[in-house]
């Protein structure tokens, strides 16, 4: 069996939950396709979330990493096409606001996505789930992690598929905020065990 790393992150924020945790713990130990998922919680954090992300790649020695994050505001599951080496973004929780900081000093502009993201959104649509491919992972941590995985797998020539998905917000913090495009947290899970069966 195939090994899938499945990561969320923490609220983070006026966020009072992240969907993205919730479904990662509810998904650990699961089989989903080829898959036994392996879900983990990264920090809101500049300085700790993609060294944890890559300690737990070194840890489980996954055959596929897939990285959740929340996009509150967005209205579709939106797989990530590339991630920029920029962290310029909000505060994270440890109080960290960084301005047009290169995530890896002299590191690529850029990397693009090894996840199937075509056929993810492909699938999703075909289930009646509102997709699309996103090219902007943004410049806060979900960008920051992104970008992270693939300069360490393209550092060390592995080239098992990774990534990031990220979701819209759930009920729960839609009833936060009026205005919120908000899913049930069950949906948003369906869509991600969704794309998690593109893998092969
Ligand atoms: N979303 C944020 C960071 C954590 C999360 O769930 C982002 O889009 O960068």
């Known amino acids: 069996m195939k090994k899938l790393l499945l990561t969320g992150f923490e609220p983070f924020l006026n966020h009072k939950v992240n969907p993205t945790e919730l479904i990662v713990k509810e998904l650990d130990g699961e089989t989903i396709g080829n898959y036994e998922v392996i879900g983990r919680v990264l920090p809101v954090d500049y300085e700790e979330a993609s060294p944890k992300l890559l300690k737990l790649v070194d840890e489980i020695k996954p055959d596929a990493v897939i990285a959740l994050g929340l996009a509150a505001g967005r209205n579709k599951i939106t797989p990530e096409r590339v991630a920029i080496n920029v962290n310029d973004g ?111």
Not at 120 to 133: Q, T
Not at 150 to 177: I, M, Y
Not at 182 to 188: G, N, Y
């Open 90 to 200: 909000v505060k994270d929780n440890s109080g960290r606001v960084p301005v047009d900081q290169p995530i890896i000093e002299d590191g690529p502009a850029a990397y693009f996505s090894t996840l199937p993201i075509r056929q993810m959104v492909n699938a999703l649509v075909e289930e009646g789930i509102p997709a699309e491919i996103s090219n902007t992972a943004g410049t806060y941590l979900c960008n920051n992690v992104m970008y992270s995985v693939l300069h360490e797998l393209e550092k060390r020539g592995e080239d098992l598929p990774a990534g990031f998905v990220h979701v819209p917000a759930s009920f729960e913090l839609g009833t936060q905020d009026g205005k919120l495009p908000c899913w049930p947290l069950k949906t948003i899970q369906e869509a991600v065990e969704v794309c998690i069966r593109t893998l092969d």
